[in-house]
């Protein structure tokens, strides 16, 4: 199985700008993953999908953010009207269905500078 | 509400020392995961270990081994005969049951292993 994959690695835009991320999941894994982390912080959840459903949304997920799954395969992260405190590196994960057998696995991550 | 503290922020330790890396949770969860990630500078997370809270066995692979103590609410992680390819910064993050499967990491421990 190849591993979690994601596009754009980097991304540097303008404050006011939209921004789209993608994320690929492990094949055959249902549930897909959003996290942020900023500088010398730890990963923080924003939102997770169980196939095409989106399931929870954390408090940090704000009107601009936006994910989608809708095929239940990749998924899509997009933030509208960018601001300089978005600036983080976005991070999916996946794994098969949850409970007892749930590990997460990551991707290589979407490092985003707003300017 | 779940709660990592890694209280550990640097640790740098010469070539071939043992070190150990802290993590004490809290979570209200009876059946909960606990988890050790490896963060390269590449940025991405490398799953490492994942524990369940009814199996209190610790558990050795290779020159890594884990502490799982529920008395004292800790999981703790020793590198023995450390390498430079240790290297990095290392998250502890808990989950709790189906339904409640989001990770909650810990602001990281970064080891730097002097040659």
């Known amino acids: 199985d190849t591993g979690v994959s994601q596009d754009p690695r980097h991304k540097i835009t303008k404050r006011g700008q939209n921004v789209t991320f993608r994320c690929d999941p492990i094949?055959?894994?249902?549930?897909l993953y959003w996290y942020r982390q900023t500088l010398g912080q730890g990963p923080e959840f924003l939102t997770y999908?169980?196939?095409?459903?989106?399931?929870?949304k954390s408090r940090l997920l704000s009107d601009r953010f936006s994910a989608e799954r809708p095929k239940g395969s990749f998924s899509t992260l997009e933030i509208q009207r960018t601001e300089q405190g978005d600036s983080a590196m976005y991070l999916c994960?996946?794994?098969?269905?949850?409970?007892?057998?749930?590990?997460?696995?990551f991707g290589p991550g979407t490092r985003l500078l707003v300017l | 509400a779940q709660k990592v503290t890694q209280a550990q922020t640097e640790i740098s330790v010469v070539e071939k020392e043992d070190v150990t890396l802290d993590c004490v949770y809290e979570?209200?969860?009876?059946?909960?995961?606990l988890f050790w990630y490896k963060q390269p500078p590449s940025g991405e997370l490398v799953f490492l270990i994942r524990?369940?809270?009814?199996?209190?066995q610790n558990e050795i692979s290779g020159r890594y081994s884990w502490n799982f103590q529920k008395s004292t609410s800790s999981f703790n992680f020793t590198i023995t005969a450390s390498q430079v390819v240790d290297s990095a910064v290392y998250f502890c993050?808990?989950?709790?049951?189906?339904?409640?499967?989001?990770?909650?990491f810990g602001t990281g421990t970064r080891l730097t292993i002097i040659p």
């Open positions: 524990r369940n809270s009814f199996d209190e």
């Open positions: 094949s055959e894994h249902n549930r």
């Open positions: 979570t209200r969860d009876t059946t909960y995961y």
């Open positions: 999908f169980q196939n095409e459903a989106q399931l929870e």
């Open positions: 993050a808990l989950s709790g049951n189906f339904g409640n499967e989001k990770l909650t």
């Open positions: 994960a996946s794994s098969p269905t949850g409970g007892i057998q749930e590990t997460q696995y």
